[in-house]
């Protein structure tokens, strides 16, 4: 008998459907579900997992924090704790019988991992069972068959480097975390994270924001012309100096402006705009970003539609197809999709199919492309824009490039020279049927020399200039890909653990008060764990692990000697850091200015002493006694946001696996639906209760 393990219960399904041309049973093994089917004469059993069976933590000797020193944690060796204990137990169960386990997992360091610590239980049994590894990037019937026709051999390298990645971010995190956390009394709940990843990230946020804050406007002035030819074509030019930051020489300047102008010179071509190269991880959460998805919810969806074969694996570097992939037979099987016969028929006509290449080329998975039809009907609204972008992206790849013809004209007006540029889209090719992708045509008409124009209006424009923008989840997922932050199979996570640690908050990543003291005491006293050199070069090591160069303790070892060397500047601070992230945190506390007349005070978060119970208070208390009930539960964060309703403070609720959700501090808000207000009599209590 077969054993195949696959990662999650949806690819388990799916892989037995697949290779039993869908004859299958399901019984319940201690309540998970195992798939039978026979084959060929041979038996197979196939289970799903939840991803990591077994995760990497200290013994329980080491769990008390107040009794622990948090330096002595860097040399304690992790242990392997089962996390998902009636899984384990259904493993070992159905593996009683097998003579041979086909590991079905990702195909990454991630899964290799959890197939290979799913096969260490299996051979606590029996140590003579044969083990071999599926590869495939895609849960089609036609990757399924193939790598099961022909599996091959784990690779340990692969798994021991997700094991050095485990070891390490838990000794990272939890000695950083521990330290951090103690030294500012934010202990249980209100701990503060720190990790090898996640604080070079932090501070790439906190850098732009204060960027942003600290910018000054500087005044400029902007002069354009509007032109008419004999024809009555009509457009416009600039200054050739773009930017006046002398105010008097731009009055200078334009009152130098008559009626008419004269072409200096005129250049006309045709550019080529060339198609987007295939899709990686990162380029999928880009997209996904366009279409207004997080980078957490990109990965999420994504990974639904691979499970339900929809889609290659989406957890990729590669950003060139292989000559494997038969890109001819997927633009024809799109073709079966009403949305997309015409995109199909477009990229079938085409004489010879010459897909766009990327930089990065990999062996391990594909770029991310559609692999089997979906309907709209048959998706989640969500689910179906993400496809339509996978799809979309996949025929742009393929079809010719767009071209556009380009104008660039210097114009004399009363002896200063305007630039005029005109972009006109002529051949649409592949964005005709990429809509992500807009062309802003801007008409300029084809100008001879010497040709005289007549000024029909002229305009000069006070601006000041603008403070960098914060970054989209998009953009941040780039930025840590070039600065070799994280994973492919990380990145969206590590910003997502930001949001639920209450570090950053927003649409566009903005820091909190505490997040900013943070970064500020770990830069100057810990410089290494807030860039991300540090966390590069250890992520090269851990590729040696993969490539045969290093062994998983060499790594392991090195990554605990930069730590010792950071504790030691840490320690020596102590005081200054707590002082200065302990005002921080007390920022965040600040909901907005009290709403009582007269009272100058600051409405803020308080614990009162006897009930423990959170609430909002005034900060000129005991002169101003107002207060407001919060919720008990949940991650507070203050927003400094104004209700549109009712102009009190707006605070965000942030409950573990629920969508996080604003509240009006206000309980008779006329904005509430009923639920609140009810919500908010229950709680009036927490009103008369200000002793905090």
């Known amino acids: 008998m077969k054993l195949i393990i ?38 197979y059993i196939v289970i799903g997992l939840k991803g990591h069976i077994l995760k990497v933590d200290y013994p329980k000797e080491f769990s008390n924090w107040f009794k622990v020193d948090p330096v002595k944690l860097i040399d304690v060796e992790p242990e392997k704790i089962p996390v998902q204990k009636k899984i384990i137990q259904a493993l070992k169960k159905v593996a009683e019988d097998a003579s041979e386990v086909i590991v079905a997992t990702d195909y990454d360091r991630e899964g290799e991992l959890i197939g290979y610590d799913a096969v260490q239980i299996i051979q606590e049994l029996n140590s003579q069972l044969l083990t071999r590894r599926a590869k495939f990037s895609a849960i089609t019937p036609g990757e399924i068959s193939k790598s099961f026709s022909k599996p091959g051999r784990m690779d340990l390298n692969l798994a021991f480097a997700g094991r050095a990645r485990q070891d390490i971010d ?9 330290f951090i956390s103690l030294t500012t009394y934010q202990v249980k709940d209100k701990f503060l994270s720190v990790g090898r990843v996640q604080t070079p990230t932090l501070a790439l946020i906190v850098d732009r924001e204060m960027e942003i804050k600290n910018f000054k406007p500087a005044p400029y002035r902007v002069i354009k012309i509007k032109l008419k030819t004999e024809e009555g074509e009509e457009f416009e030019a600039y200054h050739r100096k773009k930017k006046f930051t002398r105010m008097d020489e731009a009055e200078e300047v334009f009152a130098r402006i008559g009626n008419t102008a004269r072409v200096i ?76 016969r015409q995109l199909s028929s477009d990229i079938l006509s085409l004489k010879k199919i010459k897909p766009s290449r990327g930089r990065k080329k990999t062996t391990d998975h594909p770029p991310v492309y559609p ?32 071209s556009c013809r380009s104008v660039s004209a210097k114009i004399d007006a009363g002896g200063e020279t305007f630039i005029a540029t005109g972009s006109v889209l002529i051949e ?60 492919k199979a990380t990145r969206h996570s590590i910003i997502q653990t930001l949001i639920t640690r209450g570090y950053v908050k927003g649409k566009l990543p903005e820091p909190s008060e505490k997040a900013v003291a943070l970064i500020k005491m770990l830069k100057k006293h810990a410089g290494k764990i807030s860039t991300p050199d540090m966390t590069s070069e250890l992520e090269m090591y851990m590729d040696g692990i993969v490539n045969g160069d290093e062994t998983k303790n060499e790594v392991v070892d090195r990554s605990r000697n930069m730590l010792k060397e950071i504790m030691e500047n840490l320690q020596k601070e102590k005081e200054e850091i707590s002082r200065e992230i302990k005002k921080g945190i007390k920022e965040d506390l600040i909901v907005g200015k009290c709403p009582v007349e007269g009272c100058s005070g600051n409405l803020i978060v ?65 904005g509430k639906d009923e639920k609140y207000k009810n919500y908010n009599n229950k709680n009036s209590n927490s009103r008369t209760d200000s002793s905090g």
Request: positive net charge.
């Open 6 to 43: 696959s990662e999650k219960e949806i690819a388990a399904k799916r892989i037995a459907n697949i290779l039993s041309g869908n004859g299958v049973s399901e019984k319940k093994v201690y309540g998970v579900p195992v798939h039978y089917f026979k084959t060929s004469g041979q038996e």
């Open 170 to 178: 838990l000794i990272w995190g939890a000695v950083l975390t521990r």
């Open 265 to 340: 010179e005129s250049k006309e071509s045709v550019k080529n705009i060339k198609p987007p190269v295939p899709l990686n991880t990162t380029g999928l959460i880009v997209g996904g970003n366009i279409l207004g998805f997080t980078a957490s919810r990109t990965v999420s969806l994504a990974e639904s539609l691979y499970m339900n074969g929809y889609i290659s694996y989406p957890r990729t570097d590669n950003t060139v197809y292989p000559s494997s992939i038969d890109l001819a037979d997927i633009s024809g099987m799109l073709g079966r999709i009403p949305n997309f």
């Open 371 to 402: 692999t089997s039809p979906a309907y709209k009907s048959g998706l989640s609204a969500d689910e179906w824009k993400l496809y339509e972008f996978v799809v979309r992206r996949f025929a742009a790849t393929l079809l010719p490039s767009a």
């Open 428 to 487: 649409p090719g592949w964005t005709s049927h990429y809509p992500y992708y807009r062309h802003q045509d801007v008409f300029v008409p084809a100008l001879k020399t010497e040709q005289m124009l007549k000024i029909t209006g002229r305009d000069m424009e006070d601006k000041y200039t603008k403070p960098p923008p914060r970054y989209s989840q998009g953009k941040l997922v780039q930025i840590m890909e070039e600065l070799g932050l994280g994973t």
């Open 606 to 670: 308080r614990v009162a002493r006897a009930s423990r119970k959170r609430f909002i208070g005034c900060s000129a208390y005991p002169e101003c006694r107002i207060t407001f009930p919060l919720p008990q539960k949940g991650l507070l964060l203050t927003t400094r946001e104004i209700c549109r309703h009712c102009g009190y403070p707006v605070v965000k609720i942030i409950n573990k696996g629920k969508r996080p959700w604003n509240l009006c501090i206000n309980p008779d808000c006329p």
